[in-house]
């Protein structure tokens, strides 16, 4: 399995990016899809979650902003980001699960966003 992000890049506070991360050596209808992010010198946190049947979660720091969505057809998970932050600069890690047994966990690369002010 494996995943691959891309999409990151500078922006300036603001502005929009849309993160994709397409994942392939499986069939993920039946998994949960996520994107997670580190900041410089902080923990990895949830960002947005979005199970098979298309719920969705969002981190309170970015509810109204980003958009998490995917398309089971091409394997793909996107992150939609609007309205950028500076606070939004990180390395963002794409991450693809299963919440029933057999558990599988699989991570992607991260992506760079940096938001300028």
């Known amino acids: 399995v494996q995943l691959q992000a891309s999409g990151g890049g500078l922006v300036q506070a603001g502005g929009s990016l849309r993160l994709s991360c397409a994942a392939s050596?499986?069939?993920?209808?039946?998994?949960?899809m996520a994107w997670y992010r580190q900041a410089p010198d902080k923990s990895r946190e949830l960002v947005a979650a979005?199970?098979?049947?298309?719920?969705?979660n969002y981190a309170d720091s970015v509810e109204g902003r980003f958009t998490i969505s995917r398309d089971n057809a091409k394997n793909t998970v996107y992150l939609q980001m609007d309205s950028l932050k500076p606070e939004d600069t990180a390395v963002y890690y794409c991450k693809v699960y299963r919440v029933v047994t057999p558990r599988q966990v699989y991570w992607g690369k991260g992506t760079l966003v940096t938001v300028s002010s």
């Open positions: 050596g499986s069939t993920f209808g039946a998994f949960y």
């Open positions: 979005i199970s098979s049947g298309g719920t969705t």
